[in-house]
Structure formats: structure tokens, C-alpha cells
């Protein structure tokens, strides 16, 4: 049974930084890719990015490149989303998930990050 | 990267068919098969119903189907049920590693 466990909710300042983390179990976790999507309150799903948790390879969405940092630890078998330079809107549910190969899978809970003064 | 295009909302009775369509580009939906649907229940996280534009998981019904025609895919579910209400959002993988999600779609069943 595949779990994706994230950590908890989080309130920042604007120009902080989070970094919210991924415990994954029930499968190999460098073999299967993991994504992060994001979701605004009342708004859509958002693409963050991407990483092979097997080397460490990176890619990520135009708006988010230079802000947002994925990483892995393979030997706990957690990922980790870092974004920078927070800003109001980016206030939203963050959720890891694992790629099948072919589309996205399973989902973590979500992590509620707000960024408010 | 644009958003895909979907209706804000559709809405259909109980035991009617209605249609999502998800509008992108020939650099997405139209270059490549890897369109997928997923519901989301509110409070809840996303689930895959339709992957590779018309393939269904193990365990989802088969009153969901999904299409595709050039730029545009279709999430069509028969038979609609109460449990059916939720949103719906297609995603296309969209070139040079990357992925796109639609703006979503609001089905109310009335």
C-alpha cells in the first residue's frame, strides 16, 4: 500500500522561505518519480516540478524555476519541496505525488502553507 | 505554459451523460497521448479516473470514458450519479519535462 505522508501545516512571512517534506513507504522510492502540485484556495491544480528520487534530477515549471528547489533523501525515503521568496499568493495546499509512469498516481495528504504579514 | 482550457462548470441529472472537454495546444494535448482526468471531492486530494486520453484505472468505473481529437480531450461520464459531484481537472504532459493542468471543471449533478 503506497503512503505519502507530508509534514504540517505552515505559516510564513513574505520573502521567507518552506520546505515541506515527503515520507514515502509501500514501494521502492527511487523508482518511481515524484511530482509536487500546488492548489490556491478555491483554484486549480498547478504543476510545480519534478524529481527522479534515484539520481536526483530535477525539472520545473517556467514560473517556478529559480524559487523552488526539489531534493531527496534516499536512505529515509523522504523528498522535500523548498520554495523561496514566499509571496500572499503563493498560499496554497502543496501535494507530493508519485508518477506512474505514464500520469500521477498517488498524492500525499496536502500541506497548507500561508503566507501572510 | 498556459493553462488548458475546460468549462468552468457543467451540470447534468442523475442517470444523464455529460462531456468535459480540455482544450490546449499542438505543443500539448495535440503532441502527445499522456492526457489524464482526475476528481477531487472537496477537502480531498486528486484521483486519477482516465490516463493515456482513454485508459481507465483498475477500480473506477466504467461509466468514465475519455477521448482525444487534435488539441482537445473529453472526459465524458454515463449514467451520472450524486457521487459524481466534485471537480474535475485534465492534465497533459507538455513537452521538455514539464506538465499542465486545466483550470477545472465544477460538475453539479442536479
Known amino acids: 500500500q503506497v503512503h505519502l505522508v507530508q509534514s504540517g501545516a505552515e505559516v510564513k512571512k513574505p520573502g521567507a522561505s518552506v520546505k515541506v517534506s515527503c515520507k514515502a513507504s509501500?514501494?521502492?522510492?527511487?523508482?518511481?518519480?515524484m511530482h509536487w502540485v500546488r492548489q490556491a484556495p478555491g483554484q486549480g491544480l498547478e504543476w510545480m516540478g519534478r524529481?527522479?528520487?534515484?539520481?536526483?534530477?530535477?525539472n520545473y515549471a517556467q514560473k517556478f524555476q529559480g524559487r523552488v528547489t526539489l531534493t531527496r533523501d534516499t536512505s529515509i525515503s523522504t523528498a522535500y519541496m523548498e520554495l523561496s521568496r514566499l509571496r500572499s499568493d503563493d498560499t496554497a495546499v502543496y501535494y507530493c505525488?508519485?508518477?506512474?509512469?505514464?500520469?500521477?498516481?498517488?498524492w500525499g495528504q496536502g500541506t497548507l502553507v500561508t503566507v501572510s504579514s | 505554459q498556459s493553462a488548458l482550457t475546460q468549462p468552468a462548470s457543467v451540470s447534468g441529472s442523475p442517470g444523464q451523460s455529460i462531456t468535459i472537454s480540455c482544450t490546449g495546444t499542438?505543443?500539448?494535448?495535440?503532441?502527445?497521448?499522456?492526457v489524464s482526468w482526475y476528481q477531487q471531492h472537496p477537502g480531498k486530494a486528486p484521483k486519477v479516473m482516465i490516463y493515456?486520453?482513454?485508459k481507465r484505472p483498475s477500480g473506477v468505473s466504467n461509466r468514465f470514458s475519455g477521448s482525444k481529437s487534435g488539441n482537445t480531450a473529453s472526459l465524458t461520464i454515463s449514467g451520472l450519479q450524486a457521487e459524481d459531484e466534485a471537480d474535475y481537472y485534465c492534465?497533459?504532459?507538455?513537452?521538455?519535462?514539464?506538465?499542465?493542468f486545466g483550470g477545472g471543471t465544477k460538475l453539479t449533478v442536479l
Open positions: 492534465c497533459s504532459y507538455a513537452g521538455s519535462i514539464t506538465w499542465v
Open positions: 524529481i527522479n528520487p534515484d539520481d536526483g534530477v530535477t
Open positions: 509501500g514501494y521502492t522510492f527511487t523508482g518511481y518519480y
Open positions: 493515456e486520453a482513454s
Open positions: 505525488t508519485t508518477d506512474s509512469g505514464s500520469y500521477i498516481d498517488y
Open positions: 499542438s505543443s500539448d494535448v495535440g503532441s502527445y497521448n499522456l
